[in-house]
Each structure stands twice: as structure tokens, then as C-alpha cells.
Nanobody, 125 residues
Framework: QVHLVESGGGLVQAGGSLRLSCAASGRTFSSSTMGWFRQAPGKEREFVAA????????YYLDSVKGRFTISRDNAKNTVSLQMNNLKPEDAAIYYC??????????????????WGQGTQVTVSS
């Protein structure tokens, strides 16, 4: 069992930066794939980024590559999403997710058993 709590959301101007953090509890964190999804009003929840258990491999939505960076600290049971050069289309509720082990389909919502409550990111133009 993994419990996830996000923080770091807020309001930022276009071109600005935010850093989201996710604190995880549970003995399986260090062996879990961690990630972030987001959902904007009227849109489906979409994959943003994922990182495997040791941080050795990361995956990103094409539209955030080069702007967002996912990282993890297994000693602190945290995963972060550094978001730079934010655009209005990045505005959404961002969810931290976790799944045991490695995933075949890291971009699919159904791959993740554990979800946080979400944190709001608002980007003004």
C-alpha cells in the first residue's frame, strides 16, 4: 500500500516555474514506478511523466519534454516534478501516481494502482 500527498501547486504567469512534490508512505515506494498525470477542465486525464524505481529511466509527454523534469529521492520517499516555461495549456490538476515494479505501459492510467488527491496548477497568460 502506498499513500501519496502532493504539494507545490499554485498560480504562475506563463513562462514561469513551479515545482510539485509528492510525499509517499509505504514500504514499497523504493521499488515502485512513480509518475504524474494531469487533468484540465473538460479534458481527459493525461500522462505527464514517469520515473522508474532507481531513477535510471524517465518518460515524458511530448509537449512537456525539455520543460518538465521528474526526479525522485528514495531516501526521503519523495518524487518531484520541476516545471519550467509553463504555458496556459499546462494548467490542470496534477496527480501523483505509483505502481509496483516496472510498467509495460507507463502512459496508461490503468497501470497505476495508487493516486494522490491532486494539486491545482494555474497558468495565467
Amino acid at each position: 500500500q502506498v499513500h501519496l500527498v502532493e504539494s507545490g501547486g499554485g498560480l504562475v504567469q506563463a513562462g514561469g516555474s513551479l515545482r510539485l512534490s509528492c510525499a509517499a508512505s509505504g514500504r514499497t515506494f523504493s521499488s515502485s514506478t512513480m509518475g504524474w498525470f494531469r487533468q484540465a477542465p473538460g479534458k481527459e486525464r493525461e500522462f505527464v511523466a514517469a520515473i522508474i524505481w532507481n531513477g535510471g529511466r524517465t518518460y515524458y509527454l511530448d509537449s512537456v519534454k525539455g520543460r518538465f523534469t521528474i526526479s525522485r529521492d528514495n531516501a526521503k520517499n519523495t518524487v518531484s516534478l520541476q516545471m519550467n516555461n509553463l504555458k496556459p495549456e499546462d494548467a490542470a490538476i496534477y496527480y501523483c501516481v505509483a505502481a509496483p515494479g516496472l510498467l509495460a505501459r507507463f502512459e496508461e492510467r490503468t497501470s497505476y494502482a495508487y493516486w494522490g488527491q491532486g494539486t491545482q496548477v494555474t497558468v495565467s497568460s
